[in-house]
Each structure stands twice: as C-alpha cells, then as structure tokens.
C-alpha cells in the first residue's frame, strides 16, 4: 500500500506542533507527529510507502523544509517527503528547479495555511511553473478543519486551473474537496485530475463516497490517510468496506501511485 498523503514534523517541533494543530480542529491524532512514528504506524498497517507532504507557512520557510525533506528521503526508507514553496516567492522557479533536481519528485500547496486562494494569480504562477518541470502537485481541497472560514480552495477554483492551466500531475485532497462532494460531483469528477482519498470516511455518506470514485476513475484515485490526523489502517478498512472491484482497490492503493511517481519494481 501507498499511502499518497500524510505529514510529519522535526522531532524538536513535533509534540508541540500536533497539539496545537489537533485542538484547533478537535481532532485525536494517531502519530506523535514525528518521522519515526510514522514509519512505525506505515509498517504496523502494512503501508510500504508514505508520501509526506510539508505545508509552508511563509517564504522564508523554504530552506528548512527542503532540508528536512531531504534528508528524510535520504533514508530511504518507508517515507518520502515532497517540497514546498510558498506562492509569490520571489525565486519561486529557482526553488521549484531545486526539487526537480533534488529528486522530491512534488510539492504540497495548501491555500488555507497560506493564506492565498487556490485561483490566485500567486498560486497559480505557481501550479504552472510546477507543472512545466512534470512535479506532482497535491493540493489541499475543500474546508479545512481547522481553518474553516475562509474555503480558499473549492471546486470551483480548482476547475478553474483545470481549465486554464491543465496541470498533468495535479492531485486534490479529500475526495476533491473537503465537505463540498456535492460540488465535487458536478463539477470534477471525470476530469483529468486526481483525487487522493484522505480524511474522508466518517465525513462523508458512503454511497456518495463509492459514486464519486467509481465514476471519476480508479485510474485517478489515490489512498492517503492524512496522517497523523488519520489513522491508516482505519481508512484502508473504510475503502475496502465500499466493496469495489478488485483492480480498483489495486489502483487505489497501488497502481495510481506507482504512475504518478514513476516507481519501477517498488524502487522511488
Ligand atoms: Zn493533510
């Protein structure tokens, strides 16, 4: 299994980090927030791969999410960490040639934690320049939990990149958007883009659940937990419970995954 979608933090930082973040959404999490638990939680949940994606709170946050990124993938283990650069950042392509050429293969955008709607010319200079150098780019859709007000990412923003920028590699979070499924049925689904499945069972109606990932495409949909907010044994057993078809779960927890990040013989 890879899970598409899941966050850590710096051991110094983590404790505080997840404890703050869990009382502001009033959510229990499930890793103490740092690498290390993760990949014990991947392992007790027989998930072999966990894509990290960093949120970037500010410009000057580049460096050190980068080097963190970094030397998690230097392990080399059962985490990989994407990169992230904020919006309007004044060496936005240099720092997107940097991922590329350092290999995290992606970057995470979340508008809410920004503070930049997903349809802002910041964010979306951005999305196109990442998309120019063939990066996945995994954005954060719909509500935030924690951040309820304003939604700076909706379906609609995200049609509107779809159409106007058509990024190949571009992934939205939760089921297209976080609370807003029925805009997400008529308006995403079926379009070229993914959906990572994270941070939805227990939110959703499972019948709307199984039409939207039936109906957009195994071929487009992603397992992720949102770990540590998540658990990801938890949301495996959710997915399994819609009972789709065998190739779909295979897509859903594998193949999709494989494709979007050029995996060959389980090698990253
Ligand atoms: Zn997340």
């Known amino acids: 299994m890879i899970d598409f979608h899941t966050h850590v933090f710096p051991e110094k930082i983590a404790q505080r980090s997840v404890s703050v973040l869990a009382e502001k959404a009033g959510i229990k999490p499930y890793t103490d927030g740092t690498p290390s638990d993760l990949r014990r939680h991947a392992k007790e949940s027989g998930v072999s791969l966990a894509v ?16 963190f990124a970094c030397k998690i993938n230097e392990e080399n283990d059962t985490l990989f960490s994407f990169g992230a650069v904020y919006p309007g950042d004044q060496d936005l392509k240099d720092r997107l040639k940097l991922i590329k050429e350092y290999g995290l293969k992606g970057i995470k955008i979340h508008p809410d934690y920004h503070g930049i709607d997903l349809s802002d010319d910041r964010t979306m200079e951005l999305i196109y320049e990442a998309a120019a150098l063939d990066l996945v780019i995994s954005v954060h859709a719909g509500v935030d939990i924690g951040i309820p007000d304003p939604v700076r990412s ?83 057993e959710a997915i399994y419970k819609l009972g789709l078809s065998a190739k779909d779960n295979l897509n859903i927890f594998e193949n999709t995954a494989k494709k979007l990040l050029n995996i060959d013989q389980g090698n990253i």
């Open 52 to 67: 990290v994606l960093p949120v970037i709170t500010r410009e000057d946050q580049f460096d050190s999410i980068f080097r």
């Open 154 to 236: 909706t379906p609609q923003m995200a049609l509107r990149i779809i159409n106007e920028i058509g990024p190949e590699k571009m992934i939205l979070a939760h089921t297209g958007g976080w609370k807003l499924w029925d805009d997400v049925e008529g308006l995403l689904v079926g379009k070229a883009v993914y959906f990572d499945i994270s941070f939805t069972d227990g939110y959703i109606d499972p019948g709307q659940w199984k039409r939207i990932i039936v109906n957009h495409g195994t071929d487009k949909i992603l397992f992720g937990s949102d770990s540590p907010w998540s658990s990801e044994d938890k949301t495996a």
